[in-house]
């Protein structure tokens, strides 16, 4: 079991749905990140919260939305999404964004978009 | 700009044949050097983490070694539970804006 929680585990939806994941932490840690991996690559950065507030977004299309309601939760809109943006949705959290403690990763959401 | 190399990409032992995998990397100041082992399915898990030139950490049948360009994962004695990738990560203070730099993996596999 790890501290970071995502849910759901799995997740299929259609080009033309509207769900969301979520993450939770409750390690006191201030910054929350959103990985995307595709099969046998590693984890590709999606967006980082630092103390709630968005600190970076990777060039994400913006049919991914991501949102941090509080210092525990992190979550990301998904909406017309394709069938390539089907991958493994990591959650990290990690002390401060700042500082050079190691993230700690959640088991994932995977996500098939038919 | 930032890049880290893993070698080999996959590895096979036999239980008990100990070896290392590598991680070279180049980075505008390190921060931060980090091994994680990545389970099928599963999220990265934190094992890891060397801050400058001569550190060595342990755990259990791993070491992690760090030099200024390469960092060693060895392993020793291993069983088929440590079957995984293992994946190598850096954050230096340049151009990455301090976010981790992953390199591709190395896929071990332990055979009874």
């Known amino acids: 079991d790890t501290e970071v929680t995502q849910t759901p585990k799995h997740l299929v939806m259609g080009m033309t749905n509207k769900k969301s994941l979520k993450c939770e932490q409750h390690m006191g840690h201030r910054a929350m990140y959103w990985y995307k991996q595709k099969a046998k690559k590693p984890p590709e950065l999606m967006f980082v919260y630092s103390y709630e507030k968005l600190s970076i977004n990777e060039s994400v299309p913006s049919r991914f939305s991501p949102e941090c309601p509080n210092s525990s939760l992190l979550n990301l809109h998904l909406h017309a999404l394709q069938p390539e943006d089907s991958a493994l949705y990591l959650c990290?959290?990690?002390?401060?964004?700042?500082?050079?403690?190691?993230?700690?990763f959640g088991n994932g959401t995977r996500l098939t978009v038919t | 700009e930032d890049q880290v190399t893993q070698s080999p990409e996959a590895l096979r032992l036999q239980e008990g044949e100990s070896s290392s995998l590598n991680c070279s990397y180049t980075?505008?100041?390190?921060?931060?050097l980090f091994w994680y082992r990545q389970d099928p399915g599963k999220g990265p898990e934190f094992l890891f983490t060397l801050y400058s030139a001569g550190e060595e950490k342990e755990k259990e049948r791993l070491k992690a070694t760090l030099t200024k360009k390469e960092s060693f994962l060895h392993i020793t004695a291993p069983k088929p539970e440590d079957s995984a990738t293992y994946l190598c990560?850096?954050?230096?203070?340049?151009?990455?804006?301090?976010?981790?730099?992953f390199g591709k993996g190395t896929k071990l596999s332990v055979k009874p």
């Open positions: 980075v505008s100041g390190l921060r931060g």
């Open positions: 990290a959290s990690s002390l401060s964004q700042g500082a050079d403690s190691p993230l700690h």
């Open positions: 990560a850096v954050r230096g203070y340049g151009g990455s804006q301090g976010n981790l730099i």
